[in-house]
């Protein structure tokens, strides 16, 4: 199935209930109209970070079910699969042989050499502080190999998460088999994970590195030219570079929204959330929530320094169950530009602020993406970060059937359900069509949607001082 215009889940296979016959069951009965798509994070067998450190891409996990399970959805849903296309696992096949035969293995350059990078004499302690690091260490591990040599090899993020030399033969028939193989598989939509960091470059930081980056793009771009499967970069950073890869054509992520839409809900202010929607592509997916944190780096120069800073504070006083500690190294915390919580809890667990974001996204340029547990308005799970240490899982709470059950009975998810519903049958979202974004004072906000022809009109207005909204569906008021 082709990309479509609707809403799409964000969860992990054993979220939704224990598997992915269970997540079919769970989408079939309470959410078949309410989402279009799903992004189904990694299913693949993994060596740790939550999948997303696969051994291999052409098999599925089987505690989470098969290629048939995940087939069955691509019938109903638009799905979109997770490519690392940055790193694989120091326990996969690939690299163990690897570790074996050394120089002798055929995927002996499918990995990036550290010490073969560096021309004799460097890398200098300024080469080293110039890469941008996910580590405050340089990014590589000393591997000893069965042979009883040494080699550094670059390692960007975890432990197990070794990096691909993109340059060579051997990883560009890697890329291309494995995205040839997900797209026969049933993906409309492959979201190429940490792209950014794919290319290595001498005398840059090693982060989004042009031209190259380009060429990565056209060259996976040119890998599904035949397929019915869109690629989507995913980039965490300041905005001017998802931008960039939107002028070249790609749908981009709105990341920057989530702390921008707080900012308005705590301050009562407009006007900054209004000049962000006004400046956003429509080829598009727009995000509250994720598997991760909230992206406070996204926000800079949309908000102010100030305005990034009192969001924050405000999201620590305000927000349930919302500690510093949370996304802190106590907490295994990854990456401290980002704030562990669910949106929901962000919010206070107020049901009416939370409603009013979701309006709010769903009238923003682009297609809403949902994490599952927005979409059942789950606070923030103090028993399962406590049991793990992990500061991401605040915000990964496992349902069972049962406590689905339960959840979808709830006004707000009632609400919810309804919301998205609406933004999926109503063709005023088109996005070859048009948006309006008006600001009555600085602290309301009309946004207008249009189809391309201008016949279907949706409107949402807001006013963040009281917390009153409407909204309208040409001309009449739509109630949820």
């Given at each position: 199935?082709?990309?479509?215009?609707?809403?799409?889940?964000?969860?992990?296979?054993?979220?939704?209930?224990?598997?992915?016959?269970?997540?079919?069951?769970?989408?079939?009965?309470?959410?078949?109209?309410?989402?279009?798509g799903?992004?189904?994070?990694?299913f693949?067998p993994?060596?740790?970070?939550r999948g997303?450190?696969?051994?291999?891409?052409?098999?599925?996990?089987?505690k989470?079910?098969?290629?048939?399970?995940v087939e069955k959805?691509?019938?109903?849903?638009?799905?979109?699969?997770?490519f690392?296309?940055?790193?694989?696992?120091?326990?996969s096949?690939y690299?163990?042989?690897?570790?074996?035969?050394?120089?002798k293995?055929?995927?002996?350059?499918?990995?990036?050499?550290?010490?073969k990078?560096?021309?004799?004499?460097?890398?200098?302690k300024?080469?080293?502080?110039l890469?941008?690091k996910?580590?405050?260490?340089?990014?590589?591990?000393?591997?000893?190999?069965?042979d009883?040599t040494?080699?550094?090899?670059?390692?960007?993020?975890?432990?197990?998460?070794?990096d691909?030399?993109?340059?060579?033969?051997?990883?560009?028939?890697?890329?291309?088999?494995?995205?040839?193989?997900?797209?026969k598989?049933?993906?409309?939509?492959i979201?190429l994970?940490?792209?950014?960091?794919?290319?290595?470059?001498?005398?840059?930081?090693?982060?989004?590195v042009?031209?190259?980056?380009?060429?990565l793009?056209?060259?996976?771009?040119?890998?599904?030219?035949?397929?019915?499967?869109?690629?989507?970069?995913?980039?965490?950073?300041?905005?001017?570079?998802?931008?960039?890869?939107?002028?070249?054509?790609y749908?981009?992520y709105?990341?920057?929204?989530?702390?921008?839409l707080?900012?308005?809900?705590?301050?009562g202010?407009?006007t900054?959330l209004?000049a962000?929607?006004?400046?956003?592509p429509?080829?598009?997916?727009?995000t509250?929530?994720?598997?991760?944190?909230?992206g406070?780096?996204?926000?800079?120069?949309?908000?102010?320094d100030?305005?990034?800073?009192?969001?924050?504070n405000?999201?620590?006083?305000?927000?349930?169950n919302?500690?510093?500690?949370?996304?802190?190294?106590?907490?295994?915390?990854?990456?401290?530009y980002q704030?562990n919580t669910?949106y929901?809890s962000?919010?206070?667990?107020?049901?009416?602020?939370?409603?009013?974001?979701r309006l709010?996204?769903?009238?923003?340029?682009?297609?809403p993406?949902?994490?599952?547990?927005?979409?059942?308005?789950?606070?923030?799970?103090?028993?399962?970060?406590?049991?793990?240490?992990?500061?991401r899982d605040?915000?990964?709470?496992y349902?069972?059937?049962?406590?689905?059950?339960?959840?979808?009975q709830?006004?707000?998810?009632?609400?919810?359900?309804k919301?998205l519903e609406?933004?999926?049958?109503?063709?005023?979202?088109?996005?070859?069509?048009s948006?309006?974004?008006e600001t009555?004072?600085?602290h309301?906000?009309?946004?207008?949607?249009s189809?391309?022809?201008?016949?279907?009109?949706?409107s949402t207005?807001v006013?963040f001082?009281?917390?009153?909204?409407?909204?309208?569906?040409?001309d009449?008021v739509f109630?949820?």
């Open positions: 199935m082709k990309l479509q215009n609707k809403a799409i889940l964000i969860t992990y296979p054993d979220s939704l209930g224990h598997n992915l016959k269970d997540l079919d069951h769970v989408m079939d009965r309470y959410f078949n109209k309410t989402i279009g799903i992004h189904l994070l990694p693949f993994s060596n740790g970070d997303f450190s696969p051994t291999r891409y052409d098999v599925v996990e089987p989470f079910g098969s290629w048939e399970d959805l691509s019938q109903k849903y638009y799905l979109m699969f997770d690392m296309i940055n790193h694989l696992s120091k326990k096949s690299f163990e042989d690897f570790e074996a035969k050394h120089d293995s055929k995927y002996s350059d499918l990995f990036l050499s550290w010490d990078f560096w021309p004799k004499g460097r890398p200098t300024e080469d080293i502080d890469i941008y996910r580590k405050d260490k340089a990014p590589y591990q000393n591997i000893k190999f069965e009883g040494h080699e550094k090899m670059w390692n960007t993020f975890g432990p197990d998460q070794m691909l030399d993109v340059r060579t033969k051997t990883t560009q028939d890697f890329i291309k088999h494995n995205l040839q193989n997900l797209s598989h049933g993906a409309s939509l979201r994970d940490a792209f950014a960091y794919a290319i290595k470059k001498l005398d840059t930081n090693d982060f989004f042009e031209p190259e980056i380009w060429n793009l056209e060259k996976v771009n040119d890998y599904l030219k035949d397929t019915p499967t869109t690629i989507l970069p995913e980039i965490h950073e300041h905005y001017t570079m998802p931008f960039k890869v939107a002028e070249h054509g749908f981009i709105d990341f920057a929204l989530p702390m921008v707080l900012y308005s809900l705590y301050s202010n407009s900054q209004a962000w929607l006004k400046k956003c429509m080829k598009q997916f727009t509250l929530d994720t598997h991760d944190g909230l406070v780096v996204d926000a800079k120069d949309i908000l102010t100030d305005q990034i800073s009192y969001t924050t405000e999201l620590y006083k305000i927000g349930a919302v500690k510093k500690k949370y996304s802190s190294a106590e907490y295994h915390n990854l990456d401290i704030i669910t929901y962000a919010l206070g667990n107020d049901d009416k602020k939370y409603f009013i974001a709010l996204q769903i009238f923003a340029p682009g297609i993406q949902i994490y599952y547990v927005g979409l059942l308005a789950g606070e923030n799970d103090i028993q399962l970060l406590e049991k793990t240490k992990e500061g605040i915000n990964r709470h349902y069972d059937l049962d406590e689905i059950a339960e959840q979808v709830r006004p707000v998810v009632k609400s919810l359900i919301l609406f933004r999926n049958s109503v063709p005023a979202f088109d996005l070859e069509g948006i309006k974004v009555p004072s600085e309301e906000i009309i946004v207008t949607r189809n391309k022809a201008g016949t279907e009109v949706a207005y006013d001082k009281n917390l009153d909204y409407q909204v309208k569906y040409n009449q109630n949820f």
